[in-house]
């Protein structure tokens, strides 16, 4: 079954929301709340999940004739062809299969005929076994010492992913200390080694392609260093690799045996799931891994099986889908009300903006719709102190995502109770203002009529600016990965819709080439 490959702006459904737009532009959110179901008709609960997009600029219509849409533009089948490993990444001419990596159920996955599920199987008894060695303390180092640090060396997918889990996981941490090198900037691999002992220090180097320059350059620093100290035949006890070009781990002097796989079915900015977490199991142990890559199939199971008005996932991409294409919002805010969550908006930068930001549709034709949103953020609260002053007041229309937990991982419960009323309470301000009545009541003790007249525009909120509200009970790796399976599911729907392919990244290939050009030149 190949994609379907609909131009959205051509539907009836878009026709039909075009209208509904029209009609309903003016409704306000503090309107729509007048109905008292509201919370509850726009909530949706899933395990320990609860997203309320009640604080949304939609009616019950908004989100039937989104629907429709997702409908006829084939997302059903679009879904199907993911999971059944069709060739959806065209363009490459790959499958794409981040959900097999979580996959526990015995179902046979084919790509290119042959079940893939065996070998995913093989490669997580190896991060299992390895992962243990290490925190354990078996794995010996050459001096005969058990190993204190890591550092993954990778950028993108083969960084930011393992990064983002690593640190939103420390409270599950291990005694190992976990590094990221990723830039090719000699200040970063500079900081990070000048502190650690070669006797002791494991390196991963998670190259898919094992050519990228960044990865490369900073894995030869790396290994010119620690043979300032070591032999050659020291390598295998501190080097592994996870990639797909194994010739060329080879000739970077890696042991056969210390090489995790990759796949050409596993795209970068979703390979977490694959030996590319392979620095999460060892931070976190491979229990917590699994309890990870568990959540995220959780949430699979959810998206493939739950009808699209039920569909978490799938209402949150349509919701973005109607302020990208109707409202014409230029970006969208991810705020996690969790301090642990601070990388994250940095991670779903790479996963949405590489994935979506494309302007040529599934034909090969240029596109005359906005696609792909531009996504930045940071956590609360302190970005009540930094950015959130725009948010409110600002002329831009910037619907945001905020994520949070029930309970705190310390149990601090005075600061979580100060939290949350912030969570709770940033969303009311954006959603319903302060009106002017409002205003002038509150600056009526200074009796001074004049003044007040003139400090009315300025404290005055309008308002009607959306936030989702994303809810789970606790921050622990299996709701982490349901978390970032959301989002991926998010991407997928928003690529079908905009009917452009979600999983290259043309886009990043020319100003890498000009750069080894001028390199060349130097
Ligand atoms: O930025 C482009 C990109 O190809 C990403 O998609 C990928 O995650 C990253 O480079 C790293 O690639 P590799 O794992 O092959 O080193």
Known sequence: MALPNNNPTKTAAWQKLTNHFNDINNITIKDLYKDENRVSDFTLEFNDLCVDFSKNRITK?????????????????????????????????????????????????LVDGKNIKPQIQ???????????????GKWKGYTGKSITDVVNIGIGGSDLGPDMIVESLKFYKNQLNTHFVSNVDGDHVSEIIKNLNPETTLFVIVSKTFTTQETISNAETIKNWFLKSATIF?????????????????????????????????????????????????????????????????????????????NIPVILALISIWYNNF??????????????????????????????????????????????????????????????????QGTKLIPADFIGYKESLYGLKDHHKKLMANYYGQMEALAFGKTKEEV????????????????????????????????????????????????EHKIYTQGILWNIYSYDQFGVELGKELAKKLLSKQ
Request: glycine share 8%; proline share 3%.
């Open 61 to 109: 219509e908004t989100i039937d004739l989104l629907v429709e849409l997702a409908k006829e533009v084939g997302l059903k089948e679009a879904i199907e062809c993911q999971f059944n490993g069709e060739v959806i990444n065209v363009t490459e001419g790959r499958a794409v299969m981040h959900t097999a990596l979580r996959s526990t159920s015995d179902e046979p996955v």
């Open 122 to 136: 093989t490669a997580l008894r190896k991060i299992k076994s390895f992962s243990n060695k290490v925190i354990s």
């Open 234 to 310: 020291d390598i295998p006890k501190h080097f592994v690799a996870v990639s797909t070009n194994l010739e060329a781990v080879d000739s970077f002097g890696i042991d056969k045996n210390n090489v995790f796989p990759m796949w050409n079915w596993v795209g970068g900015r979703f390979s977490l799931w694959s030996a590319v977490g392979l620095s999460i199991s060892l931070s976190v142990g491979f229990d917590n891994y699994r309890a990870l890559l568990d959540g995220a199939e959780e949430m699979d199971i959810h998206f493939r099986n739950e009808e699209f008005e039920n």
């Open 327 to 392: 409202y014409l919002a230029e970006t969208e805010a991810v705020l996690p009300y969790s301090q642990y969550l601070k990388k994250l908006p940095d991670y779903l930068q790479q996963a949405i903006m590489e994935s979506n930001g494309k302007g040529v549709d599934r034909n090969g034709d240029k596109i005359d719709y906005q696609t792909g949103t531009i996504v930045w953020g940071s956590t609360g609260t302190n970005m009540q102190h930094a950015f959130m002053q725009l948010v409110h």
């Open 440 to 487: 002038h009541l509150e600056l009526q003790f200074s009796g001074d009529e004049d003044k007040i007249n003139t400090l009315l525009p300025f404290k005055v909120f309008e308002g009607n600016r959306p936030s989702n509200a994303i809810l789970f009970d606790k921050l622990t790796p299996k709701s982490l990965g349901k978390l970032v399976a959301l989002y």
